[in-house]
């Protein structure tokens, strides 16, 4: 059975970094389209990067554009999210996702692959 089991959250101030990591188990990894998405409280969930099956096509949604970085090593099955110059506004709880032979941007609602469980990042001010 698929398994996407996210790591790296946590509590980081204003302007700081983290790095969060997915690994992936039950799946062709290389197959798969792999992404993040995060929901703050009181909000939708809502899409923040994608990475092609290969590596070589990204996607960012425009508010982490430029400070956030998506990166998969399919010998490991794991993709990875460099999340830097972090503000407030990025506290969510973000969820690792794959998706099999897509060949478009994901959006959130319409989202039908895997997630994962989800983990915690809080930005203090």
């Known amino acids: 059975q698929v398994q996407l089991v996210e790591s790296g959250g946590g509590l980081v101030q204003a302007g700081g970094s983290l790095r969060l990591s997915c690994a992936a188990s039950g799946l062709s990894f290389s197959r798969y389209d792999m992404g993040w998405f995060r929901q703050a409280p009181g909000k939708e969930r809502e899409f923040v990067a994608q990475?092609?099956?290969?590596?070589?096509?990204?996607y960012y949604a425009d508010s982490v554009k430029g400070r956030f970085t998506i990166s998969r090593d399919n010998a490991k099955n794991t993709v990875y999210l460099q999340m830097n110059s972090l503000k407030p506004e990025d506290t969510a709880v973000y969820y690792c996702a794959a998706d099999f032979a897509v060949g478009s941007r994901w959006i959130a609602r319409a989202f039908r692959g895997y997630w994962g469980q989800g983990t915690q990042v809080t930005v203090s001010s």
């Open positions: 990475i092609s099956r290969s590596a070589g096509i990204t």
